[in-house]
């Protein structure tokens, strides 16, 4: 990411970076990344146009982007799913996350892998998903290298998507391959915890809680199964 900040305003198209070390990584809610030599970390920096909430939309074609890298790489689709906001599940755990930060004008897309190793469950907030590892569930050695060009093309496609067709196409492929969708869950913000049923992702991609007392719409919050 501060790479990425730093030779943004000379880029003439968008453009990954990918570190092969990251000894600064950080995640949402300036959360720490911790990144092991063999796994993945990668920022795509994009000058796109359109309103900072089109910007937001990002972070479902960066999912769908990894969903399809993986399935490439491993030979496995029922093995995976997509967590709102951000995460990409593999046998229930954590094995991806995304990171979107916006400067001026260039978004920054950013996104770790756990290719082949995963923090300790203790390392993690207590309730969340714990972290698993490609290699570990899937049998799959893949390097960094190898797994950001399936991961580049994929983007590519859905971001193409996106620009001709909106959001609506990216918002049904993402409830497609969702976690817990029509299940119970609980969606917890800075200063409140909600409990309800998943219901959907709407057309600005607001997670929509099912509860008693009606039906909620959240912009942003962590998740909890």
Do not use: C
Not at 74 to 96: H, I, M, Q, T, Y
Not at 108 to 135: H, K, M, R
Not at 193 to 214: C, K, P, W, Y
Request: a neutral charge.
């Amino acid at each position: 990411m501060k790479e990425a900040a730093r030779v943004a305003a000379s880029l003439q198209a968008p453009e990954w970076i990918l570190a092969l070390e990251q000894t600064a990584g950080h995640g949402r809610r300036g959360r720490a990344w911790t990144m092991p030599r063999g796994n993945f970390a990668a920022t795509l920096v994009m000058r796109p146009t359109g309103t900072p909430a089109d910007f937001a939309l990002r972070s479902f074609a960066a999912a769908l982007a990894l969903f399809d890298a993986f399935v490439a790489v491993s030979g496995r689709s029922e093995s995976f799913a997509l967590k709102w906001p951000n995460d990409v599940l593999l046998n229930g755990g954590k094995v991806a996350g995304i990171l979107l930060e916006q400067s001026g004008p260039h978004l920054f897309i950013g996104i770790g892998v756990n290719l082949v190793a995963a923090p300790a469950a203790a390392q993690v907030e207590p309730g969340a998903v714990s972290p698993v590892d490609l290699v570990t569930e899937t049998g799959a050695l893949v390097t960094p290298t190898d797994f950001l060009t399936p991961l580049a093309a994929a983007f590519a496609r859905w971001e193409s998507q996106f620009v001709t067709y909106g959001f609506a196409p990216l918002r049904q492929a993402w409830l497609n391959r969702a976690a817990r969708l029509g299940q119970p869950i609980r969606a917890r913000t800075a200063t409140e915890e909600f409990h309800g049923t998943f219901e959907t992702v709407d057309a600005q991609g607001n997670l929509i809680l099912s509860m008693s007392r009606g039906r909620l719409a959240l912009p942003a919050a962590d998740v909890f199964f």
